[in-house]
């Protein structure tokens, strides 16, 4: 017993080093009740569809991050999580005629189960080769989309998904009432990946990210803790995905495409990785952004998001979240250092 728990301070030890670990608890609280009151505030401020989408697309970078920034997996096929979710979520809003939170719950659970055999076969490899294992699988999902075109529409998609919500008309007419009742999904898919990485398994995930050998050598199986990550990641991302089809009304075959994971790649890095908080942040830089080009008629939008993800790969490292906690830090500490100087 007594090495066991030799064994866990170990590993919580080598975890310390996470960013939302040296927040004050009052601080983080206040930041956690700021986040709500800005997240319920969005759809007075922003078109109600633009706003679902920024919590969406910030969701989906959380279940990409809780793979790269706390894990050290980066996944160049999460889109298949993403697109399998929004696509079931579909059909059983189509099929079944089922209320939406409902169906959505459904795609995730399908994430999740896909996620398994995709798991085992990826953590097996370190590095591009996981990356390049979950790519060529999402890619082999959006061939078979492709080609079953009497379940999934093909090219043209799978339109007309209802935002049924128990005959609640309000909710199934109006954007903005929709947002409100799907918001729910969306803050338990980021409460599940808080929790994730706030409890003992998170700190084992940490050390697996540090030093993977070491975590092996002190018991852990290190596959298995990876296989578990990757479909909690799935089931987040899946949540994410059938909100998203449900509030566009159609799944397509861009939900599957390898450019959706390189944007929820680049979400997560703009943002800040191993943060949890950079996700949305980042989500909300992009789509804005998107949206705002779009509406110009501006036909070179991945040209000014590329190379704003340039810009900041190269001057800020730590991505948005990240460079201003460690900003905030150093005035902090130079304050500090300022007063013991005065006494």
């Keep these: 017993m007594s090495a066991q728990l030799t064994d866990t301070t170990r590993v919580e030890t080598a975890a310390s080093a996470a960013p939302d670990r040296k927040l004050n608890p009052f601080v983080r609280a206040g930041l956690l009740v700021l986040a709500l009151l800005v997240v319920l505030a969005l759809p007075w401020?922003?078109?109600?569809?633009?706003?679902?989408?920024?919590?969406?697309?910030?969701?989906?970078?959380?279940?990409?991050?809780?793979?790269?920034?706390?894990?050290?997996?980066?996944?160049?096929?999460?889109?298949?999580?993403?697109?399998t979710s929004a696509y079931v979520t579909g059909l059983i809003a189509i099929r079944l005629g089922l209320p939406f939170p409902v169906a959505v719950l459904g795609g995730a659970l399908v994430a999740m189960l896909l996620a398994i055999p995709t798991g085992y076969l990826a953590?097996?490899?370190?590095?591009?080769?996981?990356?390049?294992?979950?790519?060529?699988?999402?890619?082999?999902?959006?061939?078979?989309?492709?080609?079953a075109r009497d379940i999934t529409g093909g090219e043209n998609g799978l339109q007309g998904i209802p935002k049924s919500f128990f005959g609640i008309e309000l909710v199934e007419t109006d954007p903005f009432y929709f947002y409100y009742a799907a918001l729910p999904l969306i803050l338990l898919g980021a409460f599940a990946a808080w929790r994730t990485v706030?409890?003992?398994?998170?700190?084992?995930?940490?050390?697996?990210?540090?030093?993977?050998?070491?975590?092996?050598?002190?018991?852990?199986?290190?596959?298995?803790?990876?296989?578990?990550?990757?479909?909690?990641?799935?089931?987040?991302?899946?949540?994410?995905?059938?909100?998203?089809?449900?509030?566009?009304?159609?799944?397509?075959?861009?939900?599957?495409?390898?450019?959706?994971?390189?944007?929820v790649v680049l979400i997560t890095v703009l943002g800040g990785i191993g943060t949890l908080w950079g996700?949305?942040?980042?989500?909300?830089?992009?789509?804005?952004?998107?949206?705002?080009?779009?509406?110009?008629?501006?036909?070179?939008?991945?040209i000014i998001t590329g190379t704003i993800f340039v810009l900041i790969v190269l001057l800020f490292r730590k991505g948005i979240w990240g460079t201003g906690a460690d900003l905030i830090a150093r005035v902090r500490a130079s304050r500090k250092s300022s007063g013991r100087r005065d006494a």
């Design 45 to 83: 401020y922003i078109y109600p569809p633009v706003a679902m989408d920024i919590l969406a697309w910030g969701l989906f970078a959380i279940s990409v991050d809780l793979l790269l920034g706390f894990t050290g997996l980066l996944s160049f096929g999460h889109a298949a999580f993403w697109g």
């Design 123 to 147: 953590v097996r490899r370190t590095g591009i080769y996981f990356a390049m294992v979950t790519l060529a699988f999402a890619q082999m999902l959006f061939f078979l989309a492709n080609q």
């Design 198 to 263: 706030s409890s003992p398994f998170g700190r084992v995930l940490l050390a697996i990210r540090d030093n993977p050998a070491r975590a092996r050598a002190l018991g852990y199986d290190v596959e298995r803790y990876k296989i578990m990550v990757f479909v909690i990641s799935a089931g987040i991302a899946g949540l994410a995905g059938g909100v998203f089809s449900v509030s566009h009304g159609f799944a397509s075959l861009q939900e599957l495409i390898w450019q959706t994971s390189g944007k």
């Design 279 to 302: 996700g949305p942040l980042g989500a909300a830089v992009v789509v804005l952004l998107e949206d705002q080009l779009a509406s110009s008629g501006f036909n070179g939008i991945g």
